[in-house]
């Protein structure tokens, strides 16, 4: 039900507001147009964004505004291994916060999504607080709102409308307009939507392989990946770890990389605990069971964003 009322506020067709009285015309603000609005500047790999995707003068990660190819292999996909052994592929969002951010959605007083209303954030990457992970929050609005003239918190908060706080917590990427991820487990959709943030248009990409809830403590939940890298981490040597890139089989793109869970199960989670293990031990990591005999190096090392969007 959360995913059909959340997927009902991403239309991106609109039809204008038209006032019938010049005393509407002064009391009402009026309607943004999301196709025609001012869209918002986006950058995923600056240094106020990223976290292990930072852009450098020789890595060719996408300039700001830049459309990203999620699909264009690593280091935005990798392919790696479920619990047990069967291959798995996932998208990679970067390091990510267990604390989400707050989105929005509008729904008239029978708790109907209103009409071509586009969800509202207030944060984009490189702000302070952002997160690939929302917390939902219902707007009830008034039976004579009209659609897109909230397109700002401050316009949310000045409406004095009933916020309702949930526990849902969704996987919704900003990126730049025109980017691209097209895999999704079964039929999920895979198209890009629309948001307003502070009055502009922006974009996001939405993964709904698992429904999250926050509880009470309103957190992320987590599940662990096992991973290795080419050179085993070193304070010393900036070019190990996650700079290094993670050992793959000979001439293929086949990590052993391990995951946790699965999308089926109650404790998967998206936002994945990094743990790293001992490249020495690639050759015997093919499952969760040999993953946790390996030599684990660090443990928690980092929490990325990172859906899943393929089982064999």
Not at 76 to 104: E, H, L, W
Not at 291 to 310: D, R
Request: charged letters at 15%; one cysteine or more.
């Amino acid at each position: 039900m959360i995913k059909k009322m959340f997927l009902a506020t991403c239309i991106v067709a609109f039809s204008m507001y038209s006032c019938s009285s010049d005393d509407d015309n002064n009391t009402r603000p009026a309607a943004l147009d999301p196709e025609t609005a001012p869209k918002a500047s986006v950058d995923r790999f600056s240094e106020n964004a990223g976290t292990l995707m930072v852009r450098t003068a020789t890595n060719g990660l996408p300039e700001a505004n830049e459309p990203i190819n999620y699909d264009s292999g690593a280091p935005f996909i990798t392919q790696g291994f479920s619990p047990s052994g069967d291959v798995v592929r996932y998208y990679n969002f970067d390091v990510q916060s267990t604390n989400p951010a707050p989105i929005f959605l509008f729904f008239d007083t029978e708790g109907n999504a209103v009409e071509n209303q586009i969800n509202l954030i207030d944060v984009i990457p490189g702000d302070a607080g952002y997160n690939d992970f929302w917390q939902v929050n219902r707007v009830i609005v008034s039976d004579d709102y009209v659609a897109n003239t909230i397109t700002s918190m401050q316009d949310l908060l000045a409406s004095g409308y009933e916020i309702q706080a949930t526990s849902t917590i969704v996987n919704c990427p900003v990126v730049p307009e025109g980017s691209t991820a097209s895999m999704r487990l079964g039929s999920e959709d895979n198209e890009i939507h629309m948001g307003w943030y502070k009055d502009q248009v922006v974009y996001y990409f939405s993964f709904f392989e698992k429904i999250l809830d926050g509880g009470a403590s309103n957190i992320v939940p987590l599940s662990p990946i096992y991973v290795s890298f080419n050179i085993n981490p070193d304070d010393s040597n900036p070019e190990s770890g996650p700079a290094s890139g993670f050992v793959s089989e000979t001439g293929t793109d086949q990590t052993h990389n391990v995951i946790a869970s699965l999308p089926q199960d109650d404790f998967y989670s998206p936002l994945w605990s990094v743990n790293v293990y001992d490249n020495m031990d690639f050759d015997i990591v093919n499952n969760l069971s040999s993953a946790g005999m390996a030599n684990i190096l660090a443990t928690g090392v980092a929490t990325v964003n990172c859906p899943v969007v393929f089982m064999e």
